[in-house]
Nanobody
Framework: EVQLVESGGGLVQPGGSLRLSCAAS????????MNWVRQAPGKGPEWIAS????????HHAASVKGRFTISRDNAKNTLYLQMNSLKTADTAVYYC????????RGQGTQVTVSS
């Protein structure tokens, strides 16, 4: 059974930083492309970043490019999202997922950007 457990969210001021983590189990993590997806209140899921199985190729949505960085540690079965220069528009629940639509995802971690 696929299990994804996100952590690291919280309340941060605009311009601040957070690092999200996602602990994966129940599948061969190192063989999968992994994604971060977020969902703001009243909106549908938004794909924001993906990384290939080896961690050598990444893609980021235009809305976060240059501010967020996806990475992974296959030895630890963990996915990361470093978020810098946070904006109020980044407020959402953040999920790690095995697909870009977020159909297979964890319970999420809340990120709130507010002064």
């Amino acid at each position: 059974e696929v299990q994804l457990v996100e952590s690291g969210g919280g309340l941060v001021q605009p311009g601040g930083s957070l690092r999200l983590s996602c602990a994966a189990s129940g599948f061969t993590f190192g063989s999968y492309v992994m994604n971060w997806v977020r969902q703001a209140p009243g909106k549908g899921p938004e794909w924001i970043a993906s990384i290939n199985s080896g961690g050598t190729t990444t893609h980021h949505a235009a809305s976060v490019k240059g501010r967020f960085t996806i990475s992974r540690d296959n030895a630890k079965n963990t996915l990361y999202l470093q978020m810098n220069s946070l904006k109020t528009a980044d407020t959402a629940v953040y999920y790690c997922a095995t697909d870009p639509n977020g159909l297979t995802r964890g319970q999420g971690t809340q990120v709130t950007v507010s002064s």
